[in-house]
């Protein structure tokens, strides 16, 4: 039954110990143990099954294998002493903990004597076991070896239980995050794996905006801007440009902006015409022109900087002088409803009387006559508005 204890033992830790890697620092050990015998019948002293005590000398690679020589001895039977001499290639697993696997495998010698006999034996060894690492120079120690007498086809069993002590280099410590800096120096133990970290393992902040770099859309932020949880500079009126380079930073939503962040603006033309025509000889509005001024008179509300030239005419019945001042008094009365019923100011509204001159229609005709009895303006202007 103990051997089937002890060999089920040994399987557990093989298959366990599979699933971790690492490396370690090259250096001298000692592992000093107390050990649990179990013998077989092969020398036919029968002795019994017992503790003992060893020691076992070794020295580390820098890799995951050491060579490891060791010395047994077990007289808890009074009749018979035992003495095991062990040769083995031990190899190391690092897990994400402080608990370290171990498989080990070699050769040996067992030595059995009483005060008259001697028997001994040539034995391939295989075991395996588990380490805790206290410190980066001393762990605890225990394993299960199987010890095969090679001439004689029998199998032994030696349980140990120790520490080891490193001299001349270090164990590697446990390093969690696998970042390449041990958990004892780690001030960040859980970047994430493959993060690239600095001398205290916290990740790169290579921007220096306060967002670490694996977490950084934005890796090259100016020094000093302002940023998201992503990293990347604030863009508060959200219109694709950046806060420090926004030269509008409270433009609409959708609004069409430029490089700075502002609004582009289209340059457009706006004009209004006014053509109010007058009954022979007078100088009275009539009603049904009243809609056209007003247009006017808002056109120039709202664009504020427009000035009007009004241009009063007559037809040509009559003196050249009289139809002159005539169509004086046909501007300015039109000049006056934009004053006086819809308050322009004076000093933008212009009129001229033209008499005469320049007639719209023939003056041979009733029809030319009336067309040419006239008062006309335009007004032109540029504006600017949001694309």
């Known amino acids: 039954m103990k051997r089937k204890i002890f060999a089920s033992a040994l399987i557990i830790i093989a298959c366990s ?50 060579a490891e020589f060791s010395y047994d001895s077990n007289d808890t039977d009074p009749r018979v002493e035992t003495e095991i001499l062990e040769l ?5 697993f690092t897990s994400d903990s402080n608990w370290q696997p171990i498989l080990l495998a070699g050769i040996g010698h067992t030595e059995q004597k009483t005060n008259t006999i001697t ?33 004689h086809s029998e199998l032994d069993y030696m349980a140990t239980v120790g520490f080891n002590v490193m001299f001349g280099g270090n164990r590697t410590s446990v390093d969690i995050d696998h970042d390449g800096v ?25 921007d220096k905006d306060g967002v670490v770099d694996y977490k950084d859309q934005c890796s090259n932020t100016p020094a000093g801007v302002k940023v998201d949880a992503v990293g990347c500079a604030l863009d508060s009126d959200r219109d694709g440009i950046a806060d420090h380079l926004d030269k509008c930073p409270n433009t609409p939503k959708g609004a069409v902006i430029d490089e700075m ?4 603006m289209l340059t457009q033309d706006v004009s209004i015409k006014l053509n109010v025509t007058f009954d022979s000889g007078k100088a009275n509005i009539k009603s049904e022109f009243f809609d056209q001024i007003k247009k006017v008179a808002d056109f120039m509300i709202q664009y504020p900087d427009t000035i009007v030239v009004i241009k009063g005419y007559t037809d040509s019945s009559g003196s050249v002088s009289r139809n002159l001042i005539l169509s004086e008094r046909r501007a300015k009365a039109i000049a006056d409803s ?4 819809h308050k322009i100011s004076a000093k933008r509204v212009t009129s001229i009387g033209y008499g005469i001159t320049n ?13 040419n009895r006239r008062v006309v303006a335009e007004i032109n202007t540029q504006i600017t508005k949001p694309e």
């Open 17 to 66: 110990s599979a699933q971790a890697e690492s490396t370690q620092q090259p250096g001298v050990y000692l592992y000093p143990h107390l050990s649990f015998n179990m013998s077989d019948v092969w020398s036919g002293l029968t002795p019994d099954d017992g503790f003992g005590w060893g020691l076992g000398f070794g020295y580390q690679f820098e890799s995951n294998w050491a």
């Open 88 to 92: 083995n290639s031990v190899y190391r």
């Open 119 to 151: 028997l001994d034996g040539t034995t391939a060894n295989l075991g395996g076991g588990i380490e805790y690492i206290l410190s980066d120079l001393i762990s605890l120690r225990a394993d299960v070896r199987g010890l095969y007498e090679i001439d």
């Open 182 to 206: 041990s958990d004892s120096q780690d001030n960040c133990p859980n970047t994430p794996m493959g993060t690239p970290v600095d001398s205290a393992g916290c990740a790169l902040d290579t």
């Open 261 to 264: 962040g502002c609004r582009k």
């Open 338 to 341: 934009l004053i006086n019923d």
């Open 359 to 371: 007639p719209a229609a023939d003056n041979s005709t009733a029809a030319g006559r009336k067309l």
